[in-house]
Every structure is written in C-alpha cells, then in structure tokens.
Nanobody
Framework: QVELVQSGGGSAQAGGSLRLSCEPS????????LGWFRQAPVKGREGVAT????????AYADSVKGRFTISQDNGKNTLYLQMNNLKPEDTAMYYC???????????????????WGKGTLVTISS
C-alpha cells in the first residue's frame, strides 16, 4: 500500500506558474508509474502527465504539452508537476497517483492508476 502526500497548488493569475509536489509515504520501486490527474467542476477526471520511474519516460495530455513538466527527485522519492503559463481552464482539483507497471507502455495519462493522493486545488483567474 502506498500513501501519496500532496503539497503545493493554490491560486495564480493566468500566465503565472505553480508547482505541485507529491511524496509517497511507503517504498516506491523502479517499476512504478507515477502521474498527475485533475478534475474540474462538472467534468470528468483527466490525465495530465505521467512518468515511469525506471526509464524516466514521460507523457502529457495535449492540453498541457509545452506548459507543464512532470519530474521526479529519486533521492527523495518526490514527484513534481511544474505548471507554467497557466490558463483559467487549468482550474481543477489535482491528484497525485501511482501504480505498479511492468513497463512504461501503459504509463500514460489515458490509463488508470491504483493509488491516489487526496487532491489539491488549483485556481487560475483571468
């Protein structure tokens, strides 16, 4: 069982930046897929970005490509999401997520996860 503890987020104006952090409380081995998902009001959950720990392969939703960067600090097991050039449509609850994966093929925002953080709210004003 992996518990994911999130921090960061908050409010920003359009064009600004925010960073989210996620630290697993238990061991996260190299065969884990880690990611960020979000859910806006009256919308379904959307995969934002994923990273496969061992290869470092990343994948992004088209809506955030070129603006968001997912990264990991292997020494601290910490996962980050750097969000730049934020837009009002980025307003949502953001969730850190993880799952065990045999390879990086299914480590993409389109696929589901097994472990979830409690979420952190990001609000972008125009």
């Amino acid at each position: 069982q992996v518990e994911l503890v999130q921090s960061g987020g908050g409010s920003a104006q359009a064009g600004g930046s925010l960073r989210l952090s996620c630290e697993p409380s238990g061991p996260v081995h190299d065969n884990y897929c880690l990611g960020w998902f979000r859910q806006a009001p009256v919308k379904g959950r959307e995969g934002v970005a994923t990273i496969y720990r061992s290869s470092g392969m990343t994948a992004y939703a088209d809506s955030v490509k070129g603006r968001f960067t997912i990264s990991q600090d292997n020494g601290k097991n910490t996962l980050y999401l750097q969000m730049n050039n934020l837009k009002p449509e980025d307003t949502a609850m953001y969730y850190c997520a993880a799952k065990v994966g045999n390879d990086d093929f299914y480590c993409k925002p389109d696929y589901g996860m097994n472990y979830w953080g409690k979420g952190t709210l990001v609000t972008i004003s125009s």
